[in-house]
């Protein structure tokens, strides 16, 4: 983790965060218009809560048996998923090209590095999966999945923790669109089917269980510490004032960006969950995500020595992962 | 064996494992249990939302063994008996793991050797391909070498003749066995 660039490109990015507004704006209201991702926006806020049933019952017959069949040995005795459950939480939708009676749409989830990729049946008047296929995004984006070393945006290796998840968020939602949005979406999603389903979500799951790893030591009686900074950056981004922000959080342009955060709706940021936990050396970073709207997501990190800990917003959309691409390579 | 999925899951399954084990400290492990359950509850009187999907590591181990356990393949059903193992290990103050030969071992290279050969039985010969997992295996081998020798000393200062009984009851086994 190269912890130095985080606080640096968090001045870059809030040259951004203000042409971004627009952007999410328009983003919301697609959202609104478009019916077929309105629907698959509301499956994704009950599939975070109970994602076994939630899923099987929204999609057809065959595709929810195949379904609960594959997703079984991540289902604990209790009936519980967790893995699945935090999956859905924070997945951000993909919508590719729709008519009345199909589409292709996906969940995907970058603190996960996962997607799942579906046919959609629009014919019907709520329209439902027919078929899918649950990847781990190293797959999906036409690279090799190797569990020794893990997505950057899950474990940060070779660069900053906010690069990485713009970076893998952009290269997956690039290829999602130049395969999705034309007339060979259907034939480029019967290409991803030839995958064996359960070896591909099997890779999925070690994806999840090196997230949901690196969390746990959250919960690792000798880092009672940890938990509880976690759980005062959660309360106060659930709920914090911009003053009550401002007194806590620094960084070059954390003032502009704390009053964009706090203009989200109530509704947006009391749905803040923990995304990801990572210590390195000089830094640790607590990463958080709306699960309202997952696009919504902020990374804070703590230096090592004194000083207060930097406050970086992130929105997973195109325009602003673009500007900040750009701002990288220039 | 299903298909190379199902292998791939297994070994990435065992890879995981492999890491979660290799930070334990398995003569801690039980200390820390006490310690890590009354956190817990501590943990669930004060949660807030933000916090509350983080899976806790208990709860990410019995994920991994349902996944092994629920495969429907006897390759991974097997690591789930390895775990459980692990699991004795951890937790029964005994000489004697899921076998005689690490039982009767006398020196660490013997031991080594008969715990390579164990893991390879119940996951297969594809384990050996795999360096860098050969490599874990053995380092964890190490630690449970290091603990055992630390629990045989224990035995054998508390209770000389108890002990002398049971290397010979496992070694006339173990002859039987041959």
Known sequence: MKTTKLLTTAALIMGCVGSMQMAFAEN??????????????????????????????????????????????????????????????????????????????????????????????????????????????????????????????????????????????????????????????????????????????????????????????????????????????????????????????????????????????????????????????????????????????????????????????????????????????? | MKNNGTIRFSMAVLLVCGCVFLSTDLAAAEKSKAASSSVQKNDTAKKTKATGNVISKEDLEKLTTTAMEKSGNPLMQAGSKWLGWIDKIKKVNSLVWDGLQAGLATNEQEFLTAWENAVVDAFGEGVRKNKWLMEQIRKIGKEIWAWHMKEDKKLKENNKEDYERSQKFLQGLLNLGR
């Open chain 1, 28 to 330: 919301t209201q697609n959202t609104v218009e478009n019916p077929f991702e309105g629907n698959i926006s509301i499956m994704r806020i009950f599939a975070k809560e109970t994602p076994v049933k939630t899923v099987r019952d929204w999609m057809s017959k065959g595709a929810g048996a195949k379904w609960e069949k594959m997703i079984q040995p991540t289902v604990l005795e209790n009936g519980s998923a967790p893995l699945l459950k935090n999956f859905f939480a924070t997945a951000v939708v993909f919508m590719g090209s729709q008519n009345e009676d199909s589409g292709i749409a996906a969940f995907y989830n970058v603190w996960q590095d996962s997607i799942l990729l579906f046919q959609m049946d629009n014919s019907e008047r709520f329209s439902a999966p027919e078929n899918f296929i649950f990847l781990p995004g190293a797959v999906f984006r036409g690279e090799k999945f190797n569990a020794e070393k893990p997505a950057q945006s899950i474990c940060p290796t070779t660069e900053a923790f906010d690069l990485a998840i713009i970076q893998t968020y952009q290269a997956t939602k690039k290829v999602f669109d130049s395969k999705f949005s034309g007339k060979e979406a259907m034939a480029e999603f019967a290409g991803y089917l030839k995958n064996d389903s359960d070896g591909m979500f099997a890779d999925v799951t070690v994806n999840a269980y090196l997230n949901a790893k690196l969390l746990a030591e959250l919960k690792d009686p000798g880092n009672t510490a940890a938990l509880k900074e976690a759980d005062r950056f959660g309360d106060l981004l659930q709920s914090g004032s911009t003053g009550e922000l401002e007194k806590v959080f620094s960084g070059g342009s954390a003032k502009s960006m704390i009053e964009k955060f706090t203009a989200f709706p109530a509704e947006t940021r009391e749905n803040i969950v923990i995304t990801a936990y990572l210590k390195g050396k000089d830094q640790t970073i607590y990463a958080y995500a709306s699960s309202i709207w997952p696009e919504l997501a902020v990374l804070i990190s703590v230096p090592k020595e004194n000083g207060k800990p930097s406050f970086l917003m992130l929105l997973l959309n195109d325009k602003f992962a673009q500007q900040i691409m750009n701002i990288k390579s220039r």
